[in-house]
T-cell receptor
Framework: QQQVKQSPQSLIVQKGGISIINCAYE??????FPWYQQFPGKGPALLIA?????SEKKEGRFTISFNKSAKQFSLHIMDSQPGDSATYFC????????????FGTGTQLKVEL | DTGVSQNPRHKITKRGQNVTFRCDPI?????LYWYRQTLGQGPEFLTY????????KSRLLSDRFSAERPKGSFSTLEIQRTEQGDSAMYLC???????????FGSGTRLTVV
């Protein structure tokens, strides 16, 4: 059972545009929602994270929007740059259950000049 | 502190051989996680430790897999009698406490031929 569904699988955005990646989860016990960025040959790197007591969190060009009732959350990358080209994973965890992460299947983002 | 270190970075082994991977977490992090990532997929949870205690193992971790974390410092993941289906990236991560993001290492890429 896939507990975190991520879309789209791939995304091409022009430089300066907005990249939007969406995730939906099923387990209502999830209470921590991070996004990771992964470059080829590297491990995932934590980008930004949100807890369900807030609906939005912004850090620089990266914003998470969170809709608890719909069990959905999304990552917005403003002013996308070629250096943002990477694979992005959403994840979720139940911190009462050991904080192990359940990852989405990833979105391969390409930012074109 | 140079982050989470994993060795070796790459391992090619023949089917049926045993392999062992090492992970050195960030020194003050008491929680250590192992994940497995196959091409085009998000990381999947294998097991985690709090200090030296192994608190949970995924059903993905068959009896051919064993992990240890002696003295709550570095950890090893051993795979016995490797199979071609074990080919994947094995990722280690550590965190300071529950509810906070992980720091992943760059992983060990295993190829079973």
């Amino acid at each position: 059972q896939q507990q975190v569904k991520q879309s789209p699988q791939s995304l091409i955005v022009q430089k300066g545009g907005i990249s939007i990646i969406n995730c939906a989860y099923e387990n209502t016990a999830f209470d921590y929602f991070p996004w990771y960025q992964q470059f080829p040959g590297k491990g995932p790197a934590l980008l930004i994270a949100i807890r369900p007591d807030v609906s939005e969190k912004k850090e620089g060009r990266f914003t998470i929007s969170f809709n608890k009732s719909a069990k959905q959350f999304s990552l917005h990358i403003m002013d996308s740059q070629p250096g943002d080209s990477a694979t992005y994973f959403c994840a979720a965890s139940d911190t009462g259950g050991g904080n192990k992460l359940t990852f989405g299947t990833g979105t391969q983002l390409k930012v074109e000049l | 502190d140079t982050g989470v270190s994993q060795n070796p970075r790459h391992k090619i082994t023949k089917r049926g051989q045993n392999v062992t991977f090492r992970c050195d977490p960030i020194s003050e992090h008491n929680r250590l996680y192992w994940y497995r990532q196959t091409l085009g997929q998000g990381p999947e949870f294998l097991t985690y430790f709090q200090n030296e205690a192994q608190l949970e193992k995924s059903r993905l971790l068959s009896d051919r897999f064993s992990a240890e974390r002696p003295k709550g410092s570095f950890s090893t993941l051993e795979i016995q009698r490797t199979e071609q289906g074990d080919s994947a990236m094995y990722l280690c991560a550590s965190s300071l406490r529950i509810g906070y993001g992980y720091t992943f290492g760059s992983g060990t890429r295993l190829t079973v031929v």
